[in-house]
């Protein structure tokens, strides 16, 4: 069977070590679900990932792939899979109007939008249950950096304010064909019982924005575009952004939406 080329636009680099594969399969926590749980993979490429899935009885295999020779090559060696398949992209595709609850993601995920779909499905937090996603090695460590590291920022917090974030093992770019430049990692992210922050969610979000945008100040200082105030007092605003947790975070915000609710 004819190989599918990597295509650079998609920013392909298909793995190639069967053992990485069969391990990111087994990656999956299946064991905090009471029932068989619909699995999505995203971007099945060659299928590599794809074959162990297929075979494991605890889960409903989906994949959504927009490469249409991927899709054709998918759907030769792996016929069974045909009706799920989905031929769109992922950063476009309706979550949550096709799938509604316990949905695990899994993945290797295209470096250069991977942020992108960790957003969308935050996004989409009410039915993503489970992630398990291979990235850029500097990616998965800045998402399960904890609090008071360099590498600790704006996707630290807004992910691990709604899943308890776990680094499970770094992958070699000689696993890749073609071969990336960096090195890889995967993660795994399984949602906590966090259902709503206790503050208000899009001020969370610009907060959390502008005070990291400009980490080197106070937060005192990097709040300004949003209170320029002398009144605004407290002795959080001392302190830079990588050394606030989620929970502080959830505070500053409280503290910025009484002020200027005053």
Do not use: W
């Not at 008071?148 to 917090?157: A, E, P, Q």
């Not at 995967?186 to 966090?194: A, E, G, S």
């Amino acid at each position: 069977m004819k190989f599918v080329k990597a295509k650079k636009g998609l920013g392909q680099h298909f793995l190639n070590d069967i053992s990485i594969a069969k391990e990111i399969s087994q990656s999956i926590d299946t064991d905090i679900y009471t029932k068989k749980t619909i699995c999505l993979e995203i971007g099945p490429g060659m299928g590599v990932l794809t074959q162990f899935l297929i075979t494991n009885k605890n889960i409903d295999f989906h994949a959504i792939e927009i490469d249409e020779e991927s899709t054709s090559y998918l759907i030769k060696k792996y016929p069974e899979i045909e009706a799920n398949l989905i031929y769109d992209d992922f950063l476009k595709f309706r979550l949550s109007e096709n799938f509604n609850e316990n949905l695990i993601v899994i993945g290797n995920f295209p470096y250069n939008i991977s942020s992108q779909i960790l957003f969308k499905l935050l996004e989409n937090k009410q039915i993503v249950s489970q992630i398990v996603c291979m990235l850029q090695k500097e990616v998965a460590e800045r998402i399960t950096s904890p609090p008071g590291k360099k590498k600790y920022g704006i996707l630290s917090v807004f992910l691990q304010a709604y899943y308890k974030t776990e680094y499970l093992f770094t992958v070699d770019e000689t696993a890749f064909t073609p071969p990336p430049r960096v090195k890889s990692a995967v993660i795994r992210l399984v949602r906590n019982d966090t259902k709503k922050l206790d503050c208000d969610e899009s001020m969370f979000y610009r907060v959390i924005k502008t005070t990291f945008n400009q980490r080197r100040k106070t937060i005192r200082n990097s709040l300004k575009p949003i209170i320029n105030d002398k009144r605004f007092n407290d002795e959080i605003l001392s302190k830079r952004p990588e050394q606030l947790s989620v929970k502080e975070f959830v505070y500053l915000t409280n503290i910025v939406s009484e002020f200027k609710g005053l």
